[in-house]
DNA sequence: CTGTTAAACTAAACACTGTCAAGATAAGGC
DNA sequence: GCCTTATCTTGACAGTGTTTAGTTTAACAG
C-alpha cells in the first residue's frame, strides 16, 4: 500500500477515493440529484473512470449501501458496549444506534432502504445486510424467556421491535419539519429515553 | 365540461392527463428513472408543455405526492366504513388501510415519504398530509381511556402507533426480496391479523 | 360577427447527465 | 528487457430537464 503520487495517470487507490467522494456528493447533493460525474470531476479524473471499477452509477451506489449497513451494525455495536448487558437494555441500545445512524445519514439510509436499483446480486450488500438483521434477530432472542416454548412469540417480538426501530428511523430521517421529532419533544421526554420505551413496549414487557 | 377534441393545439384537459401519464410512468419504470419528457411523449405533447401547468419535474411531483396523499386515507376511511366501529378496531382498520396503500402503491407512497425534493410549500400537499396526520391522531386518541388524565400517554400511545404502522408499510413496499414478509409467513398467521396484533401491541392493550 | 387579449402549447436550443468503444499510459510478471 | 494486463483518457452518443421566443387557439369585449 502506497501513497498515491501527485498527478499519475494511475491514481494508486482510485476505488477507495471515488467511495469517499461519492458519499460526499450524496451528503451535499441528495441521493436525488446524485452525479457520477460529478464525484470524477471531484477528485480530477475522467466520467469515465468510475465505470472500470463499479460498472456503472447503480455499481457504485450499490457498493455504498453495502458500506452503509458495514457501519450500520458497526454503529449498533459500539452503542451496545456502552451499556448494561442485560438482553433488553442491549436491544435498547441497538435500537437507539439504528435511529441514530438513520438520523446522521439520511441520504445513505435512503439509499440504503428505499433506493430501487440496488444490485441485489452483489455480494457484500447481501452479505452486511444479513449480518445487521441476524444481529438484530439475536437480539430479540436473548431477551426472550425460553425460546424454545415461544417461537412464534420470539418472532412476533422480532418484527415488532424492528418495525418500531425501523418507523422511527425512517420517519426521523426523512422529513425536514418532522412530526414524529414535534410530539418526542412536546412528550416531555428525552430522545433516547421515549424511544427506547417505545421500543421495550415494542417486545411486551410482560415478561418481566 | 367538453371532450377534448382528437388533434386540437389545446388538449382539453391537459393538467390531468398528465398527472395520470406521471402515474403511469412512475409505477412503469419507478421514481429513480422519472422521465418528464416520457410522459409528455406518452400524450402527445411537447416536453416543455407541463412546466406549465407545473412549473416544473418537482411541481409535478409533488402535485402527484398531494393526491397520494388523499388518496390514502380514502383508502384508511375505507377500510374502517368495512369494520367495527369500535375505537380499537377502527384504530386497526385505518393502519392497515396505510400498509395495503404502500403495498399496493409502492413508488408512490416512496415519493410521498421519501423525496427530498418535495415542494413544501405546495399548499394541497401539507393540507392533504396534514388531514392524514390528523385522522391519525384522533384515531388513537379515541382508544383513550380518558384523555385529560393522561395527554402524554396519548401522545406516546399515537407515536408508538404511527411509527408501528409506518414501519411495516415502509419495510413491505420497498423490498423485492422481502424479509418481514418472510417472518409474517412464518408465524403461521395471516397479515392483517398479524399486523393487527401488533398494533394492538404498540398501542398498549394495557387499558383493555 | 369582429378585434383584442390572454392562455396553451410548440420549436429550437442549452447545459447537463450516464455510458460506451477505441486508444493511450503505466504497472507488474517473466 | 519485453509482454501482458489493468487503468485511465478521449471523443462521441443518446437522453434528460429547462428556458426563450414564437405560434396557435380559446375566451371575451365591442
Redesign the interface.
Known sequence: MQLPRKKAYHHGDLKTAILIAAEAELVAH????FSLRRVAKAIGVTPAAPSHHFGNTNGLLTELAALGFRRLLAEQKDRQDRVAHDALGQLVASGIGYIDFAVNNPNLF?LM?????LN?DHETLVAHRQAA?DHLVSNVEATQPDAHQSA?RA??D???A???????A??LS?G??N??AE??K???TDRDS?FG??IV??V?ASHF
Do not use: P
Request: aromatic letters at 10%; a positive charge; proline letters at 0%.
Open positions: 441528495g441521493l436525488e440529484s435512503q432502504f428505499n433506493w430501487r436499483n441485489e438483521y412464534r418472532l412476533v422480532a418484527m415488532a424492528w418495525v418500531t426501530v425501523h418507523g422511527i425512517s420517519l426523512s425536514k419539519t412530526r414524529l410530539l418526542q412536546r412528550s416531555g421515549l420505551e417505545l413496549k415494542a411486551g
